[in-house]
Structure formats: C-alpha cells, structure tokens
C-alpha cells in the first residue's frame, strides 16, 4: 500500500465549510456524531455554550418569573446544534430559554405557567477562532405568532468574542428580556418598541445559564428534561410546555422552537475574491509511498475563499470516519495550509483510509476524495 500523490481540481468562485467539526490540533481527535447531523458531538456543546449570550433582565421584572434562573442557581437553556439547511458550510444553533412562568404584562395579564422564548446563532468558519468558528449572525424573535411579533437580525462579521465567554466588547454579547415577558430582542433600544411601546428592557441584572445540547428529533441525546430542573417536560416530545407547574399553557412545544427553520439566523455566502480555480491536495515529505504512525503530511489548498477553510475526512474501509481535521481559515491570498498533520497510531491504526475533502460551491454541497492514505506501523 502507498500513498498516491493527487490532486482534487474544484471549480467555483465561491468555498465555505459543510459538515466540519471543528479545527483539531495535531494529532488528531477521533469523532464522534451520536447526533447522526455530521458534526462532532464535542464541537457542538463547545460552540453552544461559548457563543451563548448574556441575557439582560430588567429592574421591573417581578420577583421569581426568571426561575429557575436565580442569583444563586443556573437556569436552563436547550439547543439543537447542525449544519445549516440554507448552507451545508455554516452551522445553525437554535436555542431556547426555558422559565418557570410568564408572569404577563401589567397586572398580570396574560400571564401563565411556562415561558419557551427562542434565538438563534448562525456560526461561520473562522480560522482565527478557538475552534474554527465565529458568530456570523443573530435572530431573536419575540411573542412569536401573535400580533405583536417582533424579529431582530444582526450580522456579526464571524466575530470570535460574541458569547458569554467573551473578551471583547460586552455589547456584543447581549440580547435583552422583556419584563415579565421574556420575549427576546437584540437590542435595548428595539424592545422598548416592542409591543407598541409596552415591553421594556433594561440592562438592570443578568444570570447564568447551563446550555443542553438535546441533539436532533432523530436521534435524541436528551428528551426528558427531569434532569434539567423541569420534571415532566421535554425537548422533543409533543408535550405542551408548562413549567412544571401543571394547569394550562400558551407556551406551546419547546420541539417548535427548535425545528422550525424560519426561526434561524440567516446564512449569507460570502464571495470569494479569489481569480483561480481551488485546488486542494497534499504532499507527502520525500514523496514517499507510504505513511509510517508518527509520520506527518501537509494538508493544503489554494483559490480559497479568504476567512474560509476546508475540512478533510480520513475515512476507514468499512465507511466510518476515524478523525475529521479542519484547515486553518484561508489568508488574503486565498491559501490555507495547515503544516504537518501528525498521523498518531492512536487515531489511525495501520491500514488504508479514504482522504475526503468536502467545501461548499455556490449553493450546492462538493466532495473531493483526494488519495489513498496508507498507513504503516
């Protein structure tokens, strides 16, 4: 066995990611998709709880309507993380914020018990970042159905600091809660409009939330939400959500908030200005036949969209993925190369591996296989 020098011509003037899962370091990190979406399971809670925003209640907010979110106890936020049904390259996070109750306007006019109040993140390729990825842009809505609906977007320029854990601006990570309410806006200024003038938002206090990664309809990773202060509720099942306090709900389903797709942030390709075909291929130091564990190869491709990358599957024989590595992002001359990629016995025993290349063309999903990667003791 040998490994084939070859290389993958792809034409397009536009490249971005699909189904990457984040960018590993050297050697790589086996992968995990309990999910079945094509993202590793560890991306996913990774990126959903690092790009979770702070969430600012106002001074009005009438005493325990943010349970269970409280100074002293985390609340709970549920999300369902994939690749985005518009662009295979982005990936789509829709969250919702569950409370206890919805203690109404005013007087407590249409008040009752359990709150379901959703956002979503649209997350872009970004070499630069922790994990590959950034913040490329928001959608909160709020009083959903109703007359009053209100929709908020903002593009984020795949910012790496928009997140509760965040070293940059704090403004950048913010969205803010009506009183009593709860419906979800991007800004201050926009739920104070809310509602002909009579929501109200203010950066008066924020609590802290634990993010649940419930994986998809399909393939559950979480449905019975006992575990996550709220018994007898669910993320997927058809079950009105209450709160946990029994009796009627305007809540509606929490499964609602995360499989509907009108509720996610948009996903804008971003054009390449890149005036040569993308080639993607590698080279083996020495032009040698084979790969001894330990060994290394050079992943790299050219004609890439700047701020894009490329992933790269190492496929076993039987059709599962050993490791997925993704490149650093492409510079501003429309090259990423990664350097060596260490090949680590742990991750791939001695053997043959399919080397698949998988980017975005336009609007359509591309594969490239690359070479035979064989591997030797």
Known sequence: M?????????SGILLSLVATVGVLSSPAQAFSDGDADGLDDSLEDTLAARYFPHIWFDSGENYGCTEPATPWNHGTAVARVRPH???GGLIAVSYAVLFRKDCGDLWGFSSH???VEPFSLTLAPNGGCADGYGVHSLKTISHEGTWAEH???RFLGNSCTWGRLAGGSPYDARIYSSENKHGLYASDASCDAGVGGLDNCSESFTLNYNVINVGEDHARRVD????YQFPGEYAWSPVPFRGSLGGGSDAGLVRDKLTADRL??????????CPQRTHVWYENPGRAESVEQGGSILLAARGVAPGTAVSYDFVRPDGTVAARHVSKAADSACVAVDGHLTIDASTFPAGRYDVVARYHEGASARTAHLMDL???Q
């Open 264 to 273: 996610l942030a948009p996903a804008v390709a971003v054009a390449s200005a």
């Open 113 to 115: 018990n359990g709150d």
């Open 151 to 153: 929709v908020d977007e």
């Open 85 to 87: 049904p518009q662009n």
């Open 224 to 227: 019975e939400l006992s575990g």
């Open 374 to 376: 064989d591997v030797r």
């Open 2 to 10: 040998r490994i084939r020098p070859f290389v993958a011509i792809v």
